[in-house]
């Protein structure tokens, strides 16, 4: 019984023993993994912040780029450039002179008849000419080549296009009103609305500018510091309809 028992406590000290290595062991994988996650976490961060570098540097670098859209197939011939410059200078009162480095058509196969056309993309020398051309086509409003509408826009890079288009409902939305809107870059949007004293009547119009990172973060700005919890988007429409219209 002597030798039982004896055996028995031995059994149990390895047992203690193997025990407490184990929890060590146990312990240890748990910080590791703890590190590595912690690693983990700081990597994906310097990667989202590397890829927003490399967007914004893309989109710094193609400042000077126009897009065009609506312009049939084939009517540009073989000179491009040439075809660009002279319809770009009409939008301008047909005085301008520009230079235009390169243009082509979006990198895409050519569409079938009846499909809609491929953009064309231009390079132009100095920027103060694009944003004579962005200031010309918003004051024309309508663009016409022959009896094809067509459209200017900045040329930016895919992932800044998706994020700028969650704005196009908000935008449609404040076409029907009286309210003045803009999408800064890289996607700021503002809007402007009036409000007029009641007691006096006055033509005073006082400005309230609020800007926005994306219609669906959680927080908005304003120069007096409010703040709403929630999607922005019912925000404004909430305070589009509850502003007396001009």
């Known amino acids: 019984i002597k030798d039982s028992?004896?055996?028995?406590?031995?059994?149990?000290?390895?047992?203690?023993?193997?025990?407490?290595?184990?929890?060590?062991?146990?312990?240890?994988?748990?910080?590791?993994?703890t590190n590595l996650l912690a690693s983990q976490q700081s990597k994906d961060k310097m990667i989202v912040y590397l890829e927003a570098k490399v967007d914004d540097l893309a989109n710094h670098s193609q400042c000077n780029n126009l897009r065009i859209v609506g312009i049939p197939e084939g009517p540009e011939g073989r000179d491009l450039i040439a075809f660009t410059q002279k319809l770009l200078s009409k939008v301008l009162g047909g005085q301008a002179v520009l230079e235009v480095e390169h243009a082509h058509r979006a990198l895409r196969p050519q569409p079938d008849k009846g499909e809609r056309p491929r953009p064309l993309i231009l390079h132009l020398l100095r920027s103060k000419d694009k944003e004579a051309i962005m200031r010309a086509a918003w004051k024309c409003r309508k663009l016409l080549y022959e009896t094809s509408p067509y459209y200017i826009f900045q040329d930016f890079s895919v992932e800044l296009n998706k994020k700028r288009v969650e704005y196009s409902e908000l935008k449609y939305h404040l076409q029907k009103t009286q309210f003045q809107y803009g999408l800064l870059y890289p996607v700021k949007f503002f809007f402007l609305f009036y409000r007029f004293p009641s007691p006096y009547k006055s033509m005073k119009e006082y400005k309230f500018r609020l800007l926005f990172d994306r219609p669906n973060s959680m927080n908005w700005e304003c120069p007096v510091k409010l703040t709403h919890e929630g999607s922005n988007v019912p925000r404004i429409f909430q305070m589009m309809w509850s502003c007396p219209k001009l």
């Open 5 to 33: 028992v004896a055996c028995v406590k031995h059994q149990a000290v390895e047992h203690k023993k193997r025990l407490g290595e184990t929890e060590m062991r146990i312990m240890e994988l748990e910080e590791s993994l």
